[in-house]
């Protein structure tokens, strides 16, 4: 991949720091690495990564709160976070998705599956920039070159980067229905896998942002954009 990819990692296991670095940097990345929480937020500023694997079971401020920071920042809110971590229970996973994590993985850590994970986020996002930057819909001027929802009113919202795809994959076609496996694969895509109530955190998580009417909810079939 580009060397123009930058990649923060974050974990208080040394080895695994090292390991991780190696084999980004052999992939072409230029790498920086943080071995707590809060040191996580210092380099961010400074690096303006790309892409953050993070653990959540850190000294000083756990991977959750990291990323819910991250994610508050305006320049680190169209950056992709992956989280890397010994934690297997499904709440820790919701968690994770609730504050905007692009992916998750427990450990021990397979590098060739990590990297083929990682290379994927920049396969998906260079196909995105075939496609058009900016959509009006139902009264919603929807603008995937800065994250923005903007509504009638001139208000702006501004969303993390999975949950702008969601809106804009929907409100790309109007009144038409998706499952949660045809929205996981195209958002998602086939070589990560979430659990499928990630896709009704997200969902819910718009709604509470751009407004409750935008996205419906048929039950047992998927969602669908309504322009109504």
């Given at each position: 991949?580009?060397?123009?990819?930058?990649?923060?990692?974050?974990?208080?296991?040394?080895?695994?720091?090292?390991?991780?670095?190696?084999?980004?940097?052999?992939?072409?990345?230029?790498?920086?690495?943080?071995?707590?929480?809060?040191?996580?937020?210092?380099?961010?500023?400074?690096?303006?990564?790309?892409?953050?694997?993070?653990?959540?079971m850190m000294p000083h401020m756990d991977g959750i709160e990291v990323g819910r920071t991250l994610r508050s920042?305006?320049?680190?809110?169209?950056?992709?976070?992956?989280?890397?971590?010994?934690?297997?229970?499904?709440?820790?996973?919701?968690?994770?998705?609730?504050?905007?994590?692009?992916?998750?993985?427990?450990?021990p850590i397979k590098p060739r599956a990590l990297m083929s994970r990682i290379n994927a986020f920049f396969r998906r996002e260079a196909q995105k920039s075939d496609t058009s930057d900016a959509l009006e819909v139902a009264g919603l001027n929807i603008n995937r070159q800065n994250y923005t929802v903007t509504k009638q009113d001139g208000s702006t919202i501004v969303l993390?980067?999975?949950?702008?795809?969601?809106?804009?994959?929907?409100?790309?076609?109007?009144?038409k229905v998706f499952s949660r496996d045809e929205i996981l694969q195209k958002i998602w895509g086939v070589d990560i896998f979430v659990v499928e109530r990630t896709i009704d955190v997200h969902i819910r998580k718009v709604r509470e942002k751009v407004g409750e009417n935008y996205i419906k909810t048929l039950k047992g079939v998927g969602y669908m954009f309504t322009d109504e």
């Amino acid at each position: 991949m580009s060397s123009a990819h930058r990649v923060l990692v974050v974990d208080d296991e040394a080895d695994i720091v090292e390991l991780l670095s190696y084999n980004l940097e052999k992939e072409g990345y230029k790498v920086a690495t943080a071995s707590d929480g809060k040191k996580a937020i210092e380099v961010a500023r400074e690096f303006l990564p790309d892409l953050v694997i993070l653990d959540i079971m850190m000294p000083h401020m756990d991977g959750i709160e990291v990323g819910r920071t991250l994610r508050s920042m305006p320049e680190m809110k169209s950056i992709y976070i992956l989280y890397l971590t010994a934690r297997s229970e499904e709440y820790s996973e919701i968690a994770a998705f609730e504050v905007g994590a692009d992916d998750y993985l427990t450990k021990p850590i397979k590098p060739r599956a990590l990297m083929s994970r990682i290379n994927a986020f920049f396969r998906r996002e260079a196909q995105k920039s075939d496609t058009s930057d900016a959509l009006e819909v139902a009264g919603l001027n929807i603008n995937r070159q800065n994250y923005t929802v903007t509504k009638q009113d001139g208000s702006t919202i501004v969303l993390p980067k999975k949950e702008f795809e969601l809106l804009f994959f929907l409100a790309q076609y109007p009144n038409k229905v998706f499952s949660r496996d045809e929205i996981l694969q195209k958002i998602w895509g086939v070589d990560i896998f979430v659990v499928e109530r990630t896709i009704d955190v997200h969902i819910r998580k718009v709604r509470e942002k751009v407004g409750e009417n935008y996205i419906k909810t048929l039950k047992g079939v998927g969602y669908m954009f309504t322009d109504e």
